[in-house]
């Protein structure tokens, strides 16, 4: 299973757009990325998924170079609301099995 | 439509004791994964069940078990409690292979005395 590294803590202010990147150097075929929001005390959301180039959402979009070892999670003007830990995981989506690293902490400042 | 559900939602256990966590999968999801996260942590795989059967394992002891039922709920069992494993126990529940993704329920708080 592919091993990420995130940056473990990012300050932002409200109304901009924030861009967290993830690095998988040994990401495998058949792995997509997925990025997850975590507030305290509460499981994991589901934010958005891809294999390659760019998916975008109603929340955030998803860039994803043409070598896949690494992403980028892009959140467009941040709220108070948007503090969290944010993960990024790589992994097989026919088996699940997903392998957490430590998050990123996001703080969002007025 | 319900979300994944879990129960009790906190607890408290003396070491050496027994406990059960219940899942309730999303509609439609047939997958059940059982996740493990302590204060500060990431969540940690613990095991996934699928038609009934564990199809993958963590790196987890033998004193960690679980059970599918035929509607796709699933519990989580520890026995012999031990102060280490207080955490938060995440539930997680997906459709059939390939291509989807997971979702989290809110968790079991589990405090261990």
């Known amino acids: 299973l592919a091993k990420t590294t995130q940056p473990i803590s990012m300050d932002s202010y409200e109304g901009q757009e924030v861009n967290i990147t993830c690095s998988h150097n040994?990401?495998?075929?058949?792995?997509?990325i997925t990025w997850y929001q975590q507030f305290p005390s509460q499981g994991p959301r589901f934010i958005i998924q891809g294999y390659k180039t760019k998916v975008t959402n109603e929340v955030a979009s998803l860039f994803i170079p043409a070598d896949r070892k690494s992403s980028t999670l892009s959140l467009p003007r941040v709220s108070l609301s948007d503090t969290a830990v944010y993960y990024c995981l790589v992994g097989d989506v026919g088996t699940y099995k997903y392998i957490f690293g430590t998050g990123t902490r996001l703080k969002v400042l007025a | 439509d319900a979300g994944v559900t879990q129960s009790p939602t906190h607890l408290i256990k003396t070491r050496g004791q027994q406990v059960t966590l219940r899942c309730s999968p999303k509609?439609?999801?047939?997958?059940v994964s059982w996740y493990q996260q302590a204060l500060g942590q990431g969540p940690q795989f613990i095991f996934q069940?699928?038609?009934?059967?564990?199809?993958q394992r963590g790196n987890f002891p033998d004193r960690f078990s679980g059970h599918q039922f035929p509607n796709y709920s699933s519990e989580l069992n520890v026995n012999a409690l031990l102060l280490g494993d207080s955490a938060l126990y995440l539930c997680a529940s997906s459709p059939g292979p390939p291509g989807n993704t997971i979702y989290f329920g809110e968790g079991s708080w589990l405090t261990v005395v």
């Open positions: 040994n990401i495998a075929t058949n792995d997509y």
């Open positions: 069940y699928y038609e009934e059967e564990e199809r």
């Open positions: 509609s439609g999801h047939d997958t």
